[in-house]
């Protein structure tokens, strides 16, 4: 099993709808949650961390669920803007310090 | 005011040169990474620095080497470059090995 899954997409969701994806991972000691995203040729860009108790910013809600081990990431009523690659980033505190980004997940908004 | 600032932002240049990316930010963080994405836009972390200690991806080969003359500064120097170096490398910078990172505006690297 992979680290860090993402479903590659792309998603193509009509403006107005929402949509959500899912991010799995495979260390249940990893400790701190992100989801970026990156417009086309780009830097990544914090969207939001993902916190034990969930957390919503605006249209975005992120959730985590540690005993299945997997992160979401809900867009609601997606603008033209939303077009973008949405990655997820799981950290892991050990001797390893490991940062792992996901593959990410295309998501294309049509007008 | 750019927050993580790298340079060159595209760099071409032949096979079994010697190269460098500058990185610079100003956000007074303890912690910097060199990331790579390939052709597949895969980001996969090549170094974490952070108070002094360098963390490397066993992965990375040992042409490529990170030098930091000071905490606000992660340069990457590439020795003898290769075709498959070619990819994006992205800079970017945290407050600790926990906390968000953010990204400089990344170096298009084509070796040809």
């Known amino acids: 099993r992979k680290e860090v899954e993402q479903d590659p997409g792309p998603f193509n969701v009509p403006e107005g709808a929402t949509v959500a994806f899912n991010c799995t991972y495979s260390?249940?000691?990893?400790?701190?949650f992100f989801w970026y995203r990156q417009d086309c040729r780009k830097e990544p860009k914090l969207l939001m961390s993902?916190?034990?108790s969930g957390n919503e910013d605006g249209r975005f809600t992120a959730q985590l669920n540690r005993a299945s081990q997997y992160i979401s990431l809900l867009i609601r009523d997606s603008k033209l803007s939303d077009s973008a690659t949405y990655l997820c980033v799981v950290n892991r505190m050990n001797r390893d310090d490991k940062i792992i980004f996901g593959k990410g997940t295309r998501l294309h908004i049509l007008p | 005011d750019t927050a993580v600032s790298q340079t060159p932002k595209y760099l071409v240049t032949q096979m079994g040169n010697d190269k460098s990316i500058k990185c610079e930010q100003n956000?007074?963080?303890?912690?910097m990474y060199w990331y790579k994405q390939d052709s597949k836009k895969f980001l996969k972390i090549m170094f974490s620095?952070?108070?002094?200690?360098?963390?490397i991806n066993e992965t990375v080969p040992n042409r490529f080497s990170p030098k930091s003359p000071d905490k606000a500064h992660l340069n990457l120097h590439i020795n003898s470059l290769e075709l498959g170096d070619s990819a994006v490398y992205f800079c970017?910078?945290?407050?600790?090995?926990?906390?968000?990172?953010?990204f400089g505006q990344g170096t298009r690297l084509t070796v040809v």
């Open positions: 620095y952070n108070n002094k200690e360098l963390i």
């Open positions: 956000l007074g963080h303890d912690t």
């Open positions: 260390n249940s000691a990893s400790q701190s």
């Open positions: 993902v916190y034990s």
């Open positions: 970017a910078s945290s407050r600790s090995l926990v906390g968000e990172a953010f």
